[in-house]
């Protein structure tokens, strides 16, 4: 289905990751990849990774590091010319502006959370605009929070639905090039990135035990629908926010 495509993936920590859920499909259809690791402590763990599914360029990106992001789609534009998608799933707040009250948190961690989760889709999308001459599909990843108050989400929900709306005007404003633009929003999992949200087990249970299906999803369920988003099947669709959790968000 993805066969000669070739796309960047970004936010891979190890191999319960939603990125490496989604990279491990995408390859599986027959797409080539690009995957990036944070540093030099992240390598070691995504280094595997990226051999086991056969990634073509592997680098590091820190995206708050001037310049990193621009090193990644220069060597991406040297090596294969072009890019046919890019997957975002990358987010971060401090940890005390995370465990606190919106009303509280810092301008330095809305900031920063705001730079690394929201801030960062929108350079990568100027960034792969000039190498997506035949259009392109851009994804990033979001979560209900963005749209509904969730305890213990606290500044990251203001945070995403900032995301949310980016997708929104990113696809108008890259229409007309072919380039769609997604939000896919899983239901909770346990990544190591989820693991810093206070009380993510009540979260858990909560989901499992109130979702129409009755469980959790998986991130080789994320990578499918990021794959379905990427390929040729959905081209009649651009700026939508596309739920993976179970129904979850359906209930009240």
């Not at 072009?82 to 301008?107: E, M, N, Q, T, Y």
């Not at 005007?169 to 693991?195: C, K, M």
């Not at 999803?217 to 009649?236: H, K, N, P, Q, T």
Request: aromatic fraction near 8%; hydrophobic fraction near 50%; charged fraction near 20%.
């Amino acid at each position: 289905m993805l066969r000669g495509k070739r796309g960047l993936v970004v936010g891979i920590a190890n191999d319960s990751s939603i990125a490496f859920g989604c990279a491990a499909k995408l390859r599986a259809f027959g797409a080539e990849l690009a995957v990036t690791y944070l540093n030099d402590k992240a390598e070691r763990f995504v280094r595997p990774l990226a051999e086991q599914i056969g990634a073509a360029i592997v680098m590091p990106l820190d995206v708050e590091q001037p310049g990193a992001l621009e090193a990644v789609f220069e060597r991406i534009g040297q090596e294969w010319g072009g890019l046919d998608f890019v997957v975002h799933s990358i987010a971060f707040a401090p940890r005390a502006d995370l465990h606190g009250r919106v009303v509280d948190v810092s301008a330095e961690g809305f900031s920063q959370a705001m730079r690394v989760s929201c801030w960062s889709f929108l350079r990568m999308a100027r960034l792969a605009e000039p190498l997506m001459t035949g259009g392109g599909v851009l994804v990033t990843m979001s979560y209900y929070g963005a749209d509904k108050v969730v305890n213990n989400y606290n500044v990251m929900g203001p945070v995403k639905a900032a995301l949310e709306a980016s997708v929104r005007y990113l696809a108008h404003e890259l229409g007309d090039q072919g380039i769609r633009v997604f939000a896919l929003s899983p239901g909770p999992l346990r990544t190591r990135a989820a693991s810093g949200i206070a009380h993510f087990d009540e979260l858990i249970d909560m989901a499992a035990e109130r979702a129409p299906a009755g469980r959790l999803v998986d991130i080789a369920e994320v990578g499918r629908v990021c794959a379905f988003l990427v390929g040729g099947a959905s081209s009649g669709m651009t700026g939508d926010t596309i739920y993976v959790d179970g129904g979850l968000h359906n209930i009240a």
